[in-house]
Each structure stands twice: as structure tokens, then as C-alpha cells.
Nanobody
């Protein structure tokens, strides 16, 4: 059974930094994309950043230059280093992976989320 567990959320002042981690447990033939989404109150869930199995990354314009996504394939983990945080980064952050649990079939898996609060 696949399970994603996020950690590293918390409260920080504007300009500060946080690092989020997400550990994926269970058996995978392979994992394609791993990444982070966020949802602020009253808003839709949006992509923050993702990283593909070959290392290519993709970022939302609002976080480019401030956030860095990385992954450890041996540990099935994905990280999000967040620097220069702004109050508008306040949201619940969700980890998502696209994993091949059944051969040839890729499925989205989500964590339960971790809250990041940035105060001004």
C-alpha cells in the first residue's frame, strides 16, 4: 500500500526558510514525477514545483528563484527548500508522486498535507 508522509511544515516570519520533506513508502516499479502542490484558504490547489525522473524541474512563476525541488531516488523522497518566504506562500503543501505500482500503469498518489504559515 502506497503512503506519502510530509514533514517540515511550520510557522516562519517573512524572509525565512523552511524545508519540506516527503517520504513515499510501498513498492514501486518506478516513480516518474515527484512534486509539491499547495492550497491556500479559498483557493484551488496549485502546482508549486515538480521534478521528473530524469532530473528536469518545473516551477510556478511565483516561486522561481526562491524554492528548490529535489529528490532522492534511492529513498523515494522529495524535498522542497523554500527561501525568502512571503506571507502569500501560506498554504497547506501537498506532496504528489506519479508512481508505477502496477506494471505499465502510472497513478497519482497524494500526501495528507503539511501547513506552512508565513507571518509578516
Amino acid at each position: 500500500q502506497v503512503q506519502l508522509v510530509e514533514s517540515g511544515g511550520g510557522s516562519v516570519q517573512a524572509g525565512g526558510s523552511l524545508t519540506l520533506s516527503c517520504a513515499a513508502s510501498g513498492y514501486f516499479f518506478s516513480i516518474n514525477a515527484m512534486g509539491w502542490y499547495r492550497q491556500a484558504p479559498g483557493n484551488q490547489r496549485e502546482l508549486v514545483a515538480n521534478i521528473f525522473s530524469g532530473g528536469r524541474t518545473n516551477y510556478a512563476d511565483s516561486v522561481k528563484g526562491r524554492f528548490t525541488v529535489s529528490r532522492d531516488n534511492a529513498k523515494n523522497m522529495v524535498y522542497l527548500q523554500m527561501n525568502s518566504l512571503k506571507p502569500e506562500d501560506t498554504a497547506v503543501y501537498y506532496c504528489k508522486i506519479v508512481g508505477e505500482v502496477v506494471a505499465g500503469i502510472f497513478t497519482d498518489y497524494w500526501g495528507k498535507g503539511t501547513l506552512v504559515t508565513v507571518s509578516s
